[in-house]
């Protein structure tokens, strides 16, 4: 059995000390959540973009010192928020990660995806070269059931997910239709929990930890899979998650 723990939208901001109110409630939810989330025991531990707010240096720098005094196998991949202020080369360097990747193992396929546009808050959708790349993971272990991984929703699936005109090199579900088997797609972007199924293909829409506090366990065996909600968060952390609900500024509020 395989354990994934995946984190929705968290958006860590670097906030002023003018505003002390803010200051206080960032040091005290985003810690204990962090902390909360890693103790959770799985192979990898996923977040669904949007790890920082604006995409600062000082929001990825301040996020990984958090991560990095547990020793777990983290991994990310870009939101829209994250790309807002570096350029993705210093991006990759913060991380030490691609923006897109597989990784295969014995019995799965997982596909790490960058739907994000450098420094665009509203520009989504894969470019030419990774929807190339993307076009041909279609044809890798056909007989292994397929994780996605990606920040934005596809097209006409999860709730709030774009529809009638879309971006281009978007909707990927003629390369999701080749497969067969299992296949599941993670976004997040919307701040929603959701879920749909279109024949073989289920969606799965993560949160956001200040919206609603929780995390998504993926728990597979074999070609079953089963994914439930996993409540975090505590009196205290919940009188600090509303104090950044009210006054974040630039925060979507579904």
């Known amino acids: 059995m395989m354990r994934i723990a995946l984190l929705g939208d968290l958006h860590y901001p670097s906030v002023s000390s003018d505003n002390r109110e803010l200051a206080t409630a960032v040091d005290h939810f985003f810690v204990n959540y962090i902390r909360e989330y890693l103790s959770i025991e799985a192979d990898f531990h996923v977040s669904i973009g949007d790890l920082t707010h604006l995409g600062l240096e000082s929001e990825f720098l301040n996020v990984y010192k958090y991560i990095k005094q547990f020793n777990r196998n983290f991994r990310t991949v870009l939101g829209n928020h994250d790309v807002l202020s570096l350029?993705?080369?210093?991006?990759?360097?913060?991380?030490?990660?691609?923006?897109?990747?597989?990784?295969?193992?014995?019995?799965?396929?997982?596909?790490?995806?960058?739907?994000?546009?450098?420094?665009?808050?509203?520009?989504?959708?894969?470019?030419?070269?990774?929807?190339?790349?993307?076009?041909?993971?279609?044809?890798?272990?056909?007989?292994?059931?397929?994780?996605?991984?990606?920040?934005?929703?596809?097209?006409?699936?999860?709730?709030?997910?774009?529809?009638?005109?879309?971006?281009?090199?978007?909707?990927?579900?003629?390369?999701l239709k080749k497969r067969n088997g299992l296949v599941v797609y993670f976004n997040g972007h919307t701040h929603t929990y959701s879920y749909v199924q279109q024949n073989n293909i289920h969606f799965i829409q993560a949160g956001a930890a200040i919206c609603e506090p929780g995390v998504l366990l993926i728990e597979l065996d074999g070609i079953n899979v089963e994914v439930r909600k996993f409540e975090i968060g505590n009196q205290e952390l919940e009188n600090s998650r509303k104090i950044l609900y009210e006054i974040l500024p630039d925060f979507h509020r579904p």
């Open 87 to 175: 350029p993705k080369e210093k991006i990759i360097s913060l991380t030490r990660q691609p923006t897109y990747e597989s990784i295969e193992t014995e019995e799965y396929l997982f596909l790490f995806l960058d739907t994000t546009k450098e420094f665009e808050l509203h520009g989504w959708g894969l470019d030419q070269e990774q929807w190339q790349w993307l076009e041909k993971q279609m044809d890798l272990a056909p007989q292994k059931p397929l994780l996605i991984f990606a920040h934005h929703p596809v097209p006409e699936t999860t709730v709030f997910s774009p529809k009638g005109e879309i971006e281009s090199f978007q909707d990927i579900r003629p390369f």
